[in-house]
């Protein structure tokens, strides 16, 4: 008989939105009378804009043309996409170590976040906050990295702890005694929107250089960074180039939740025992990955013209005025928040068990918000509520919540 793959015996439960959605399935089919609001899984609600769609269409239309069509295209993406990223999300911010070369065209920043492990050997320490995007842990349990779960926290793997002393901003001290050689690093932070200022981004690069390590940083949510100060890429630190991998998305950015587009940057500069890392990703995304269509790679180029550039800060203001609501309902309630100003999710703490606030809020308010321990052990006691959603319904959202808590 053949035999699976145990490592998939160790994972703690189901994906963490596949369990929200199962609960909040069941509300559904009892006896819920009022509309239910969802601000759960970080799912854009915004038409992709004007601009954007247009150049969609265009690159639909081309396909229906003898002397326009395309088949498969270049595995890494079309040069022209990957010319205009490193000319306008890293040139034109001052990263020139970053050219079209280090940048693969992927359809998700959540494949590729997961697929990255691959390229080290299977014994290797990672470490990875806590509370974070439960995909980072989830697939180096697949991969066989970890021991079964024990206390809500797998063997093997090093948990970074995010707290409200350190801001929910880890840094590399904490692997003094426990060195990893991969870290996933993740800001503006799923699910607590923190950021990461350059002295902290700084550490932690200093500490990759001296180790040898190599950070995968997930900046799915840079365009959200409102603040000037705070660094949008990894690359804006000295070194980076060297030890670090940073994934983007224009999920969150422009609304290709549903459309599927990201990217994934991998510096030529870094270099293990003679070779590149990034010949071995084009490796690995040559073979097991054939490109995002051609028409959506129009639609991303759009996103960096003059109206795309308008168009798409003008939805991530009305998310980002939409956090703003959220963030006057939980001071009306009193709690204790973080994000929200440069990130689209606000994580309160409820100093209750996630899952019962989670329930309570669903079968009382009838929205949909995300459990905090979802994210981790770290997460225990802690809710996030994502801005994606109308403001008419936001704001319906926090009253039947203000309600509901007062
Ligand atoms: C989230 O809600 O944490 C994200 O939407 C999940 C994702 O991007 O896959």
Same mark, same amino acid.
């Given at each position: 008989?053949?035999?699976?793959? /145990?490592?998939? !015996?160790?994972?703690?439960?189901? *994906? ?23 601000? @759960? %899984? ?12 247009? #150049?969609?269409?265009? +690159? ?38 970053? !050219? ?18 691959? =390229? ?48 929910? $901003? /880890?840094? /590399? ?24 200022? &350059?002295?902290? =981004? ?15 940083? !997930?900046?799915? *949510? ?8 705070? /660094?949008?890429? $990894? ?22 939740? @549903? ?6 940057? $991998? ?15 084009? &490796? ?6 054939? @490109? $995002? ?32 609501? %959220? ?41 949909? %918000?995300?459990? +905090? ?13 994502? #801005?994606?959603?109308? #403001?008419?319904?936001? &704001?319906?959202?926090?009253?039947? %919540?203000? !309600?509901?808590?007062?």
């Amino acid at each position: 008989m053949i035999r699976l793959n /145990p490592n998939y !015996d160790k994972l703690q439960s189901d *994906y963490l939105f596949v369990e929200i959605a199962r609960r909040v399935n069941k509300h559904l089919a009892g006896n819920s009378k009022r509309k239910l609001i969802k601000l @759960g %899984i970080g799912d854009v609600t915004k038409p992709l804009s004007a601009t954007v769609i247009k #150049a969609f269409h265009q +690159g639909v239309d081309e396909q229906a043309s003898k002397t326009t069509f395309k088949g498969y295209g270049p595995d890494q993406g079309y040069l022209f996409l990957r010319a205009a990223i490193a000319q306008a999300d890293y040139h034109e911010r001052g990263c020139d170590c970053i !050219d079209a070369s280090d940048i693969f065209i992927s359809d998700g920043a959540k494949c590729d976040t997961s697929n990255f492990q691959e =390229l080290f050997a299977s014994d290797i320490k990672v470490a990875l906050p806590d509370p974070v995007y439960p995909v980072y842990a989830d697939t180096n349990v697949m991969a066989g990295r970890t021991g079964f779960a024990q206390n809500g926290r797998y063997q093997g793997l090093i948990y970074l702890e995010g707290n409200e002393s350190n801001g929910f $901003v /880890p840094s /590399p001290g904490e692997l003094v005694n426990n060195p990893a050689e991969l870290v996933y690093l993740c800001f503006p932070n799923n699910p607590t929107g923190a950021t990461a200022n &350059r002295e902290q =981004l700084g550490d932690w690069i200093q500490w990759a250089l001296s180790q040898g390590a190599i950070i995968l940083y !997930d900046s799915a *949510y840079e365009a959200f960074i409102t603040d000037t100060n705070t /660094p949008r890429s $990894v690359y804006e630190i000295p070194g980076a180039d060297k030890c670090a991998v940073e994934f983007r998305s224009f999920s969150k950015t422009a609304g290709f939740t @549903g459309v599927r587009c990201a990217y994934t940057v $991998v510096p030529g500069a870094i270099e293990i025992n003679g070779i590149k890392l990034q010949n071995m990703w084009n &490796r690995r995304h040559s073979t097991k990955f054939n @490109g $995002v269509s051609y028409p959506v790679q129009k639609a991303a180029l759009a996103v960096y013209s003059a109206e795309g550039r308008r168009e798409i800060k003008a939805n991530i203001d009305s998310y980002l005025a939409n956090a703003r609501i %959220i963030l006057d309902a939980m001071n009306s309630l009193g709690y204790q928040y973080w994000g929200g100003v440069n990130s689209p999710y606000v994580w309160i703490k409820t100093n209750e068990d996630s899952w019962s606030t989670f329930d309570k809020i669903l079968k009382g308010a009838d929205v949909v %918000i995300t459990p +905090g321990s979802g994210f981790g052990k770290m997460g225990q006691g802690y809710i996030r509520i994502s #801005a994606f959603n109308s #403001a008419e319904n936001v &704001r319906e959202a926090l009253e039947r %919540i203000v !309600d509901l808590l007062s």
